[in-house]
């Protein structure tokens, strides 16, 4: 209960409810001095004197003792994932509180109610504070004010670094946590002293961060591993400089003569705040001209976009004229213009092929795309979940899934089968087990579906769940846990687990899984927006539905007769 527990020795009191009574230990007398002596702690019965912190159920991180008998931690607040962004339940949103507990009297106080992170003190006596880029010490067992507050100012810690030496450094610390996080204890029979020698006086040569980013790259490739990953340090080279978002439109435009016509205008999902579409709804309908940007005239040769340079999450005002054809004066709309897309293009890209599906499948085949097995991914199933599963026959595309952690929950909705059905009066009816498949299901996998994604292709046709069509998988499924950040601000991660099935034993790695049937979709397929994969898909889940009919719910054909009997007939 609230991510903690404490436990209590000997000579604690404690009150009725288990909780630690005020005023601590309780001395206990030296009989011949007469003065307290050391505590005893009976270790027999210790599991059974376990008590919980009385705190809230929260997000817990950073525990640290601190001197008169406290403790230290950050507590975060309790958020969920609405597909926005790559979420990870190990993740936190937004900023933490810094509380301290006192243990002697079971009392909790909140130190710094915002901050970044935080370090102990020596002694347990201070705490150092990052907050917002400014460092301040302060007390650790209650809340600093302006006599025991200290402001650090960083700009006078001067830090003279020799690079090629960091590098060295660096280097060395690389081949160790490697060395000892690397998933498999004897390094699949690399000799990894060997190779580290191999590369090491390539070191010396190193001119800059990406440089050395390079070089590890080539020594952690010796794993011939997937997941693991270099990412060069980044020393803010040049002088800074204030940047502002580009701005988009969320639309589609075209040069005809001298003018930028709209040639299409997403239409956007309401679902996912980040995939609003600017123009929509503005009144603005495609063909309009833009012809002026917050005044400025569009350039016939550069078109609309340098002039919304910068203008990323701010209102800009856009003029338009009707399309050809149409009646009516220039006019005038305020929108705020999206500084990423991509939220936006994707949702498009799902509706599309969910409406190729529908056409292809005459409305019989439910689509259902994901993105990755993170947060965003789960959201996204989830999204259009209940509608698709509707449909007799369902197509599960992870074409371009990007990994993560949560294909067991994938698996788990679907492979649930339909037991009967709850009806209601003037509703759907509602399948028990709800959100269940009603008829076949079709997997689509590619070259792109990696990681988790190569779990969830592979976990679809141990569990016979249906056929998978498309090309083989990435073939990474030795995982990382997070991420180790050098001595030089180099970050690289560590293959640290390895995933094994019955069926390929480690075989995945390196080779990905093969679909039951190879449909390429070539470069000429793309180019003339033919869905060569989607409609393998849909034939084969349609000849499917021939041999195994979906789930239908019942009528009111046999409903139960509740109409009172008939009396037997009275005698005279």
């Not at 962004?85 to 006192?102: I, K, M, S």
């Not at 083989?472 to 094994?500: Q, S, Y």
């Amino acid at each position: 209960v609230g991510g903690a527990t404490l436990r209590l020795g000997a000579g604690r009191r404690v009150t009725p409810e288990g909780r630690p009574a005020a005023g601590g230990l309780d001395p206990v007398e030296d009989e011949e001095s007469g003065t307290g002596g050391a505590p005893t702690v009976e270790t027999e019965g210790l599991e059974s004197r376990v008590t919980p912190f009385p705190v809230a159920a929260s997000k817990y991180s950073a525990l640290h003792p601190v001197a008169g008998g406290g403790l230290v931690w950050l507590r975060w607040p309790i958020s969920g994932a609405l597909g926005e962004t790559f979420a990870n339940p190990d993740d936190t949103t937004g900023r933490p509180t810094l509380e301290h507990f006192n243990i002697s009297k079971a009392k909790k106080s909140e130190l710094v109610d915002h901050l970044d992170w935080f370090a102990v003190s020596g002694d347990g006596s201070r705490l150092v504070l990052v907050d917002e880029g400014d460092l301040r010490a302060v007390p650790a067992n209650e809340s600093g004010d302006s006599d025991t507050t200290v402001w650090i100012d960083a700009r006078r810690i001067l830090h003279e670094v020799d690079p090629t030496a960091e590098w060295r450094q660096a280097y060395e610390e690389a081949g160790r946590l490697i060395r000892a996080y690397f998933w498999e204890p004897g390094m699949c029979g690399i000799d990894w002293d060997a190779v580290l020698a191999q590369y090491r006086p390539l070191v010396e040569r190193v001119a800059s961060p990406d440089e050395f980013a390079d070089l590890l790259r080539e020594v952690l490739g010796e794993l011939g591993t997937s997941h693991a990953y270099v990412t060069a340090a980044r020393r803010n080279e040049g002088p800074p400089h204030y940047q502002r978002w580009q701005g988009l439109l969320g639309a589609n435009f075209v040069r005809r003569d001298d003018d930028w016509m709209v040639r299409r205008i997403l239409p956007g999902e309401s679902s996912d705040s980040k995939a609003r579409s600017p123009l929509a709804g503005t009144g603005i309908r495609e063909g309009a001209v833009l012809t002026h940007v917050d005044g400025r005239p569009v350039n016939p040769a550069t078109g609309p976009y340098p002039l919304l340079a910068g203008a990323g999450g701010t209102t800009v005002e856009l003029t338009f004229t009707p399309a050809e054809g149409e009646a009516g004066r220039a006019r005038r709309v305020a929108v705020v213009p999206l500084i990423d897309e991509r939220p936006l293009r994707y949702q498009d890209w799902v509706a599309k092929r969910r409406a190729v599906v529908r056409e292809l499948s005459d409305g019989r085949c439910g689509y259902l795309h994901i993105p990755d097995m993170g947060g965003s991914g789960w959201a996204q199933f989830n999204r259009d979940l209940r509608m698709e599963m509707s449909r007799p026959a369902l197509i599960v595309d992870v074409r371009g899934n990007a990994g993560g952690h949560i294909s067991e929950l994938v698996v788990e909705k679907l492979t649930r089968t339909i037991l009967g059905w709850d009806l209601t009066r003037n509703a759907q009816p509602v399948s028990y087990a709800s959100n269940a498949p009603r008829g076949p299901i079709v997997a689509l996998a590619d070259e792109a579906t990696s990681s988790d994604g190569d779990m969830i292709t592979a976990a679809f046709k141990l569990l016979k769940l249906g056929p998978v069509v498309g090309q083989r998988t990435w073939g990474g499924v030795v995982g990382m846990t997070g991420r180790h950040r050098l001595g030089d601000g180099t970050v690289i991660t560590v293959p640290m687990n390895a995933a094994w099935f019955d069926a390929y034993g480690w075989t995945i790695e390196n080779k990905g899984v093969t679909p039951d049937v190879e449909v390429l979709r070539t470069p000429l397929d793309w180019a003339e927006g033919r869905h060569a994969q989607l409609k393998d898909a849909v034939e084969l889940a349609l000849n499917l539905l021939e041999s195994n009919p979906p789930a239908t719910p019942p009528d009111y054909s046999h409903v139960p007769d509740r109409s009172r009997p008939k009396l037997p007939p009275r005698n005279r």
